[in-house]
Protein backbone atom coordinates (compact mmCIF):
# COMPACT_ATOMS: atom_id res chain seq x y z
CA UNK A 1 0.00 0.00 0.00
CA UNK A 2 1.13 3.05 -0.95
CA UNK A 3 2.28 5.53 2.06
CA UNK A 4 0.93 9.19 1.68
CA UNK A 5 1.43 12.26 4.01
CA UNK A 6 -1.43 14.86 3.87
CA UNK A 7 -1.35 18.06 5.83
CA UNK A 8 -2.78 21.40 5.61
CA UNK A 9 -1.32 24.54 6.17
CA UNK A 10 -3.00 27.98 6.79
CA UNK A 11 -0.95 31.83 5.43
CA UNK A 12 -2.19 34.76 6.41
CA UNK A 13 -1.59 38.17 4.57
CA UNK A 14 -2.41 42.05 5.41
CA UNK A 15 -2.53 45.18 4.51
CA UNK A 16 -3.42 48.76 5.27
CA UNK A 17 -7.07 49.69 3.87
CA UNK A 18 -6.92 51.81 0.85
CA UNK A 19 -10.63 52.30 0.30
CA UNK A 20 -13.78 53.47 2.72
CA UNK A 21 -17.09 52.00 2.05
CA UNK A 22 -20.30 52.95 3.66
CA UNK A 23 -23.49 51.00 3.50
CA UNK A 24 -26.62 53.09 4.07
CA UNK A 25 -30.59 52.42 4.33
CA UNK A 26 -33.16 54.69 3.44
CA UNK A 27 -36.92 53.83 4.60
CA UNK A 28 -40.25 55.16 4.57
CA UNK A 29 -44.04 54.20 5.74
CA UNK A 30 -46.97 54.59 4.30
CA UNK A 31 -50.45 52.92 3.62
CA UNK A 32 -50.18 53.83 0.42
CA UNK A 33 -47.81 52.11 -1.65
CA UNK A 34 -47.86 54.93 -4.30
CA UNK A 35 -47.25 57.01 -1.54
CA UNK A 36 -44.12 55.12 0.39
CA UNK A 37 -42.22 54.72 -2.64
CA UNK A 38 -42.35 58.57 -3.82
CA UNK A 39 -41.62 59.19 -0.24
CA UNK A 40 -38.28 56.78 -0.10
CA UNK A 41 -37.07 57.83 -3.29
CA UNK A 42 -37.49 61.90 -2.86
CA UNK A 43 -35.27 60.71 0.62
CA UNK A 44 -32.56 58.87 -1.80
CA UNK A 45 -32.34 61.54 -4.42
CA UNK A 46 -32.07 64.47 -1.56
CA UNK A 47 -29.27 62.37 -0.11
CA UNK A 48 -27.78 61.28 -3.23
CA UNK A 49 -28.15 65.11 -4.34
CA UNK A 50 -26.16 66.47 -0.90
CA UNK A 51 -23.65 64.27 -1.19
CA UNK A 52 -22.67 64.89 -4.94
CA UNK A 53 -22.74 68.76 -3.96
CA UNK A 54 -20.44 67.94 -1.37
CA UNK A 55 -17.80 66.72 -3.91
CA UNK A 56 -18.54 62.70 -3.92
CA UNK A 57 -19.01 61.50 -7.56
CA UNK A 58 -22.55 60.21 -8.46
CA UNK A 59 -21.21 57.01 -10.57
CA UNK A 60 -19.77 55.55 -6.82
CA UNK A 61 -23.37 55.83 -5.02
CA UNK A 62 -24.91 52.76 -5.76
CA UNK A 63 -28.21 50.47 -4.93
CA UNK A 64 -27.85 47.46 -3.02
CA UNK A 65 -31.14 46.09 -2.25
CA UNK A 66 -34.54 47.59 -2.44
CA UNK A 67 -37.35 46.06 -0.09
CA UNK A 68 -41.17 46.24 0.41
CA UNK A 69 -43.22 44.56 2.60
CA UNK A 70 -46.40 44.94 4.61
CA UNK A 71 -46.48 45.42 8.34
CA UNK A 72 -49.81 44.13 10.09
CA UNK A 73 -51.10 44.51 13.26
CA UNK A 74 -52.91 42.60 15.74
CA UNK A 75 -56.78 43.31 16.07
CA UNK A 76 -58.46 42.05 19.23
CA UNK A 77 -61.95 40.45 18.54
CA UNK A 78 -64.69 39.60 20.62
CA UNK A 79 -63.76 35.42 21.14
CA UNK A 80 -59.85 35.74 19.01
CA UNK A 81 -58.00 38.36 17.16
CA UNK A 82 -56.32 38.87 14.15
CA UNK A 83 -53.73 40.16 12.20
CA UNK A 84 -54.48 43.60 9.48
CA UNK A 85 -52.60 45.23 7.23
CA UNK A 86 -51.42 48.54 8.50
CA UNK A 87 -49.32 50.14 6.25
CA UNK A 88 -46.33 49.74 3.81
CA UNK A 89 -42.67 49.55 4.77
CA UNK A 90 -40.26 50.48 1.42
CA UNK A 91 -36.23 49.98 2.23
CA UNK A 92 -33.23 51.04 -0.56
CA UNK A 93 -30.11 50.41 0.83
CA UNK A 94 -27.05 52.21 -1.18
CA UNK A 95 -23.09 52.14 -0.84
CA UNK A 96 -20.37 54.73 -1.39
CA UNK A 97 -16.95 53.71 -2.20
CA UNK A 98 -14.16 56.22 -2.13
CA UNK A 99 -10.51 56.26 -1.63
CA UNK A 100 -9.25 55.96 2.40
CA UNK A 101 -9.44 59.63 3.70
CA UNK A 102 -10.06 60.26 6.97
CA UNK A 103 -11.31 64.47 6.20
CA UNK A 104 -12.86 62.60 3.30
CA UNK A 105 -15.11 60.06 5.45
CA UNK A 106 -15.94 63.22 7.66
CA UNK A 107 -17.07 65.52 4.98
CA UNK A 108 -19.33 62.19 3.83
CA UNK A 109 -20.11 61.69 7.71
CA UNK A 110 -21.45 65.48 7.95
CA UNK A 111 -23.36 65.37 4.94
CA UNK A 112 -25.24 62.27 5.71
CA UNK A 113 -26.10 62.63 9.08
CA UNK A 114 -27.39 66.16 7.95
CA UNK A 115 -29.51 65.07 5.62
CA UNK A 116 -33.40 64.75 5.31
CA UNK A 117 -33.22 61.17 4.23
CA UNK A 118 -32.12 60.28 7.57
CA UNK A 119 -30.21 56.92 7.22
CA UNK A 120 -28.84 54.39 9.12
CA UNK A 121 -25.53 53.63 7.86
CA UNK A 122 -22.17 51.79 8.55
CA UNK A 123 -18.54 52.23 7.62
CA UNK A 124 -16.26 49.49 6.64
CA UNK A 125 -12.65 49.38 5.66
CA UNK A 126 -10.86 47.63 2.74
CA UNK A 127 -8.95 47.01 -0.03
CA UNK A 128 -9.28 47.89 -3.80
CA UNK A 129 -7.63 44.87 -4.77
CA UNK A 130 -7.29 41.86 -2.48
CA UNK A 131 -5.42 39.57 -5.67
CA UNK A 132 -1.65 40.76 -3.83
CA UNK A 133 -3.04 39.55 -0.71
CA UNK A 134 -4.58 36.43 -1.83
CA UNK A 135 -1.71 35.45 -3.49
CA UNK A 136 0.91 36.05 -0.50
CA UNK A 137 -1.90 34.30 1.71
CA UNK A 138 -1.57 31.39 -0.56
CA UNK A 139 2.42 31.36 -0.61
CA UNK A 140 2.59 31.62 2.90
CA UNK A 141 0.29 28.32 3.22
CA UNK A 142 2.06 26.63 0.98
CA UNK A 143 5.12 27.43 2.96
CA UNK A 144 3.43 26.36 6.36
CA UNK A 145 2.10 22.83 4.91
CA UNK A 146 5.63 22.10 3.00
CA UNK A 147 7.48 23.38 6.64
CA UNK A 148 5.49 20.92 8.90
CA UNK A 149 5.88 18.23 5.77
CA UNK A 150 9.56 17.85 5.97
CA UNK A 151 9.26 18.31 9.79
CA UNK A 152 7.35 15.48 10.08
CA UNK A 153 9.02 13.33 7.80
CA UNK A 154 12.86 13.92 9.47
CA UNK A 155 11.21 12.93 12.49
CA UNK A 156 9.84 9.89 10.94
CA UNK A 157 13.23 8.85 9.20
CA UNK A 158 11.17 9.20 6.10
CA UNK A 159 11.56 11.87 3.33
CA UNK A 160 8.72 13.54 1.19
CA UNK A 161 8.04 12.27 -2.60
CA UNK A 162 6.11 14.17 -5.42
CA UNK A 163 3.40 15.89 -4.75
CA UNK A 164 -0.33 13.58 -5.63
CA UNK A 165 -3.24 16.48 -4.58
CA UNK A 166 -2.73 20.11 -3.72
CA UNK A 167 -6.30 22.48 -2.76
CA UNK A 168 -6.72 25.30 -1.62
CA UNK A 169 -9.71 27.60 -0.26
CA UNK A 170 -10.17 31.24 0.87
CA UNK A 171 -13.01 29.87 3.20
CA UNK A 172 -11.78 32.06 6.43
CA UNK A 173 -11.43 35.40 3.94
CA UNK A 174 -11.94 38.52 4.97
CA UNK A 175 -11.83 41.76 2.93
CA UNK A 176 -13.36 44.47 5.12
CA UNK A 177 -11.34 45.50 8.33
CA UNK A 178 -12.97 43.49 11.48
CA UNK A 179 -14.43 46.64 12.88
CA UNK A 180 -17.53 48.42 11.68
CA UNK A 181 -18.79 52.03 12.95
CA UNK A 182 -22.67 52.16 13.17
CA UNK A 183 -25.01 54.81 13.38
CA UNK A 184 -28.44 54.56 13.59
CA UNK A 185 -31.62 57.41 14.08
CA UNK A 186 -33.75 57.22 17.05
CA UNK A 187 -36.75 59.00 15.58
CA UNK A 188 -35.17 62.37 14.46
CA UNK A 189 -32.11 62.06 16.55
CA UNK A 190 -29.09 60.39 15.65
CA UNK A 191 -28.09 57.65 18.07
CA UNK A 192 -24.28 59.02 17.54
CA UNK A 193 -22.82 61.72 16.08
CA UNK A 194 -19.69 62.63 14.49
CA UNK A 195 -17.44 65.36 13.50
CA UNK A 196 -13.84 65.69 11.43
CA UNK A 197 -12.08 65.61 15.31
CA UNK A 198 -13.48 62.11 15.57
CA UNK A 199 -12.31 60.99 12.35
CA UNK A 200 -8.55 61.81 13.00
CA UNK A 201 -8.72 59.42 16.20
CA UNK A 202 -9.74 56.70 13.84
CA UNK A 203 -6.65 54.19 14.03
CA UNK A 204 -8.43 51.10 11.21
CA UNK A 205 -6.66 47.70 11.48
CA UNK A 206 -5.22 45.94 8.92
CA UNK A 207 -7.72 43.97 6.52
CA UNK A 208 -6.74 40.30 6.50
CA UNK A 209 -7.06 37.41 4.36
CA UNK A 210 -6.39 33.97 5.74
CA UNK A 211 -5.64 30.88 2.95
CA UNK A 212 -5.88 27.07 4.05
CA UNK A 213 -3.87 25.06 0.99
CA UNK A 214 -4.23 21.25 1.45
CA UNK A 215 -1.20 19.25 0.41
CA UNK A 216 -0.64 15.52 -0.04
CA UNK A 217 2.79 14.33 -0.44
CA UNK A 218 4.08 9.97 -1.61
CA UNK A 219 6.15 9.42 1.48
CA UNK A 220 9.70 7.40 0.31
Known amino acids: MERRLRLTGKGEASKAPDRIQIALSVSAENRDYNKAIEE ?40 SG ?9 VHSLVIKFPFDKKALANCVDIITKSLAEPNFSISFTV ?11 ANAVSEAKHRGELLAKSAGVSLGNICLIDHSFSQINVYA ?9 GAVMA ?6 SMESINVENVKITANVTIEWEIK
Do not use: Q
Not at 40 to 53: A, F, S, W
Not at 192 to 197: I, N, V, Y
Open 192 to 197: KTSSSA
Open 40 to 79: CDKRVMNLKDNLTRGGFNNDDIKTTDFRVRTITKYVEERK
Open 178 to 186: PRNYDYHYE
Open 128 to 138: EDSEELKDEAL
Open 82 to 90: RYVFDRYSV
